[in-house]
Each structure stands twice: as C-alpha cells, then as structure tokens.
C-alpha cells in the first residue's frame, strides 16, 4: 500500500507516492524539503557547506508542512482528510537535516532527479553502502531549491529501524559543488535493505551519488 501526497516547493505542487520505511530490499527514502531561512546572527565558522543532524524537525518545519498540508487537501485522495494530529504523527518518523551555507554563493539542491540525497549505512564488513536509490523517471520537469548564502534548508529525511545495528550517513548532492557527506550516526536497518531490487528495469533507473 502507498500514500498519494501533494507537496509545494517553491510554489510548485509535487506529487510524491510515499512507500512504506524498512522494505526488505534497498528502499527509495522519502525527503520533505522546508524552506531556507535566513539566520539573524550567523556563525561563520568557516566559508563552506555543512550539514547539521538533529533528531526531530523544527516546529517552524512542523508549521509550514501542516499549512501547506491544509492548503491542498483537496489533492490528497479524495475523501481522505489529513488533520494536524496525523501529520504529526507522519513527521516522527523522520530526523531533521539541515544544509547550512555559509559561502558567499547561492547553490541550487534539486533537479529533474528530484531532491539528490540517499542514505548510506555501513555492511559487516565496514564498508559504506547505500541504501536507498534515486529513480529516473524520464522527466523533463526541473524543480530547484535554493540554497541562498547565508541560509539554511531544512530537510526531513526517513527514519529506519530494523534487527541490524550500524553506522549511518547521508549524501547530498549540491549543482555546481559537488557531494557533501554529513557526520555519521548510529541506528538500526535491516540488513536486506543492502539489496538490489531484482528487476531489470528498476535497475536500469537507478542513479546513484558518488
């Protein structure tokens, strides 16, 4: 079973078929995007990129994604009415991540792969693997999310839980910079999610950040 929701980035209304967390196969990660925001009193520790971890999202993301929620209901299955509590309950199963730059550019973090960012976890053997996938869908649509200097994007990304506990990171990909990688963390997947989806013709869609 999967839930048909509507998202608006930047003014545009994206659909996203959200799948079930922890599938007993390398799973495609479900990432809701806050805007950037501008920090009254920025600490410029140093002129770069950097990702923040934290374990719940903001109320400020919690507030925007219910308004926006609200605001197209009437996308969601017909019938099928979203109140503040269900919502809630939604975003606990994510962290927050937040991309924080502190250049004197403006970087844009999406394209018509959607928004470039998996999460990798470590095998037994201690190696990085991802976990999840970024499919190519053949489309021609662009949607870009800015990165403005001296902002921050917040993002949600899934939570898993699983019998095999590892090291866990994320991969972002920024247009014009390059990978960034955040500070590893502990949690807990199934091991199984380190497994190729069988099929060819999923394979054959599969972009993967190096």
């Excluded at 209901?73 to 809630?88: F, L, R, V």
């Excluded at 019998?163 to 990909?173: F, G, H, V």
Aim: charged residues 25%; negative net charge; proline residues 2%.
């Amino acid at each position: 079973m999967k839930v048909i929701m509507a998202i608006i980035i930047n003014g545009c209304l994206l659909m996203s078929s959200l799948n079930y967390f922890n599938v007993r196969e390398m799973s495609q990660g479900d990432y809701l995007v806050g805007k950037s925001y501008q920090i009254e009193a920025f600490e410029q520790e140093y002129s770069t990129l950097k990702i923040n971890l934290r374990e719940n999202v903001s109320e400020k993301f919690t507030s925007e994604y219910l308004e926006s929620q609200f605001e197209i209901k009437n996308y969601i299955e017909k019938g099928n009415e979203i109140d503040s509590a269900q919502i809630t309950n939604y975003l606990s199963k994510f962290f927050a991540v937040e991309i924080k730059n502190s250049t004197d550019k403006d970087f844009s973090i999406s394209n018509d792969l959607g928004l470039p960012v998996i999460q990798e976890a470590k095998d037994k053997n201690g190696e990085w693997k991802p976990i999840e996938y970024i499919m190519l869908n053949g489309s021609l649509l662009s949607h870009t999310i800015e990165l403005q200097t001296k902002s921050i994007i917040e993002i949600a990304a899934p939570r898993y839980s699983g019998d095999y506990e590892t090291e866990l990171r994320l991969k972002i990909a920024i247009q014009k910079y390059g990978t960034l990688t955040s500070p590893s963390f502990r949690g807990t997947i199934n091991y199984s999610q380190f497994e190729m989806p069988e099929t060819e013709e999923i394979k054959s869609r599969i972009y993967f950040l190096e």
